[in-house]
């Protein structure tokens, strides 16, 4: 990745044509990547103590044409329309669309997409903020699990990929279910793009603006759904989690929950010192 312009002819003399990718066309342009988010639990604090949420990194150039053959080959498989929308919590609760959902969630694992995550126990966070309005902690938990996966994320591009950025695409009908003028992951972000650059939490490999799509027409915002839904009922301790846990346990490469003492790093070059806003 880093020494794509040892093969660009230019340098070499060579006459061979150039490929399309993007380190072959341009040794100089910095590498794009589409990071996916979605979010879970925020039904009664009984039912979903946890709010989570999830992005999923991926290379436009190198896994995106392969993630889509995938699922294609996957909704072929089990005779499904090519625009079907997968979304877990609709098909979690039947038996007989466990192995469909293990597939579609393996078709990550399959391609080894790295997968990042914020999370905050809404209980804990009562017990911080009892005089908050129950609303007011629902917001603020939401906008929390954001700010965590969005600097998980940045964090990770900082240390192994500073020569990338990523823009963030979230799912425009939960944007347009939030009745303000800005979104979740648009606060985030904006937050930690607007301190000083000296300031730890700075944002510097993260597009200022999200892009908003329609998760029916879009198969990495399914996928985000999928895992964060998961991700959710494991770590509110629910029942059968084990085969889906095998699938995304090994793809998360960092992650962050509520008053926890450090992020948690997949890699094991230790990460530096990180302050995270609880």
Same mark, same amino acid.
């Given at each position: 990745?880093? @020494?794509?312009?040892?093969?660009?002819?230019?340098?070499?003399?060579?006459?061979?044509?150039?490929?399309?990718?993007?380190?072959? %066309?341009?040794?100089?342009?910095?590498?794009?990547?589409?990071?996916?988010?979605?979010?879970?639990?925020?039904?009664?604090?009984?039912?979903?103590?946890?709010?989570?949420?999830?992005?999923?990194?991926?290379?436009?150039?190198?896994?995106?044409?392969?993630?889509?053959?995938?699922?294609?080959?996957?909704?072929?498989?089990?005779?499904?329309?090519?625009?079907?929308?997968?979304?877990?919590?609709?098909?979690?609760?039947?038996?007989?669309?466990?192995?469909?959902?293990?597939?579609?969630?393996?078709?990550?694992?399959?391609?080894?997409?790295?997968?990042?995550?914020?999370?905050?126990?809404?209980?804990?966070?009562?017990?911080?903020?009892?005089?908050?309005?129950?609303?007011?902690?629902?917001?603020? %938990?939401?906008?929390?699990?954001?700010?965590?996966?969005?600097?998980?994320?940045?964090?990770?591009?900082?240390?192994?990929?500073?020569?990338?950025?990523?823009?963030?695409?979230?799912?425009?009908?939960?944007?347009?279910?939030?009745?303000?003028?800005?979104?979740?992951?648009?606060?985030? %972000?904006?937050?930690?793009?607007?301190?000083?650059?000296?300031?730890?939490?700075?944002?510097?490999?993260?597009?200022?603006?999200?892009?908003?799509?329609?998760?029916?027409?879009?198969?990495?915002?399914?996928?985000?759904?999928?895992?964060?839904?998961?991700?959710?009922?494991?770590?509110?301790?629910?029942? @059968?989690?084990?085969?889906?846990?095998?699938?995304?346990?090994?793809?998360?490469?960092?992650?962050?929950?509520?008053?926890?003492?450090?992020?948690?790093?997949?890699?094991?070059?230790?990460?530096?010192?990180?302050?995270?806003?609880?």
């Amino acid at each position: 990745m880093k @020494n794509a312009h040892l093969n660009n002819p230019h340098n070499s003399g060579s006459l061979q044509p150039r490929g399309y990718g993007i380190r072959d %066309v341009d040794p100089c342009k910095r590498i794009m990547r589409l990071a996916y988010f979605d979010h879970a639990g925020l039904a009664s604090i009984e039912q979903e103590p946890i709010t989570v949420a999830v992005a999923i990194l991926v290379d436009p150039d190198r896994e995106w044409k392969k993630v889509e053959a995938s699922r294609d080959q996957l909704l072929n498989l089990f005779h499904l329309e090519p625009d079907t929308e997968i979304h877990a919590h609709e098909l979690f609760p039947y038996p007989e669309a466990q192995p469909f959902l293990k597939q579609h969630i393996g078709i990550l694992a399959t391609h080894q997409l790295p997968m990042f995550y914020g999370a905050v126990d809404r209980r804990l966070f009562r017990q911080d903020f009892p005089n908050l309005p129950p609303n007011e902690q629902d917001r603020d %938990v939401k906008l929390l699990s954001f700010m965590y996966a969005v600097q998980m994320l940045d964090l990770w591009l900082q240390l192994y990929h500073p020569d990338e950025v990523a823009i963030c695409i979230p799912n425009e009908e939960q944007y347009r279910r939030q009745k303000q003028k800005q979104s979740f992951i648009q606060a985030a %972000v904006a937050y930690y793009r607007k301190l000083e650059p000296d300031e730890e939490c700075k944002l510097n490999n993260i597009v200022e603006a999200p892009f908003f799509v329609d998760s029916a027409v879009s198969i990495g915002v399914q996928l985000a759904d999928n895992c964060v839904y998961m991700l959710k009922r494991y770590l509110s301790g629910k029942p @059968n989690m084990e085969d889906y846990m095998h699938l995304i346990q090994p793809l998360v490469i960092a992650s962050y929950c509520y008053k926890d003492a450090e992020p948690y790093f997949r890699d094991k070059q230790c990460p530096p010192p990180v302050r995270l806003s609880n």
